[in-house]
């Protein structure tokens, strides 16, 4: 059975930092990779990040780019994501999903359940 579950959200200041974990089981990382997503109250859902364990690519959307940095540590089988310099507007639910290998955020299944990023100002 597939399955992935976040953790490691919570309430933070602006400028904070988190450290999400997403546990992994029950798939092969040679047919998907790991993309984090988030969605704010009245927002759509949108990618976040993403990393491909077979090369060990990472992918970070705009908005995070230089604040975010997605890990792999295959031992635990957990996807990290280490949030720094956060402020309010990335306070959202944070999923994580496997998804194409292209890493594009297309094409998600599996989703996590999510864990909640509240910043506040």
């Known amino acids: 059975e597939i399955q992935l579950v976040e953790s490691g959200g919570g309430l933070v200041q602006a400028g904070g930092s988190l450290r999400l974990s997403c546990a992994t089981s029950?798939?092969?990382?040679?047919?998907?990779?790991i993309g984090w997503f988030r969605q704010a109250p009245g927002k759509e859902r949108e990618g976040v990040s993403c990393?491909?364990?077979?090369?060990?690519?990472?992918f970070h959307k705009g908005p995070v780019k230089g604040r975010f940095t997605i890990s792999d540590d295959s031992a635990k089988n957990t996807i990290d994501l280490q949030m720094n310099n956060l402020n309010p507007e990335d306070s959202a639910v944070y999923y994580c999903a496997l998804v194409s290998l292209k890493c594009d955020w297309s094409q998600p299944e599996y989703w996590g359940p999510g864990t909640q990023v509240t910043v506040s100002s």
């Open positions: 990393i491909r364990r077979r090369d060990g690519s990472t």
């Open positions: 029950g798939f092969t990382f040679d047919n998907y990779a």
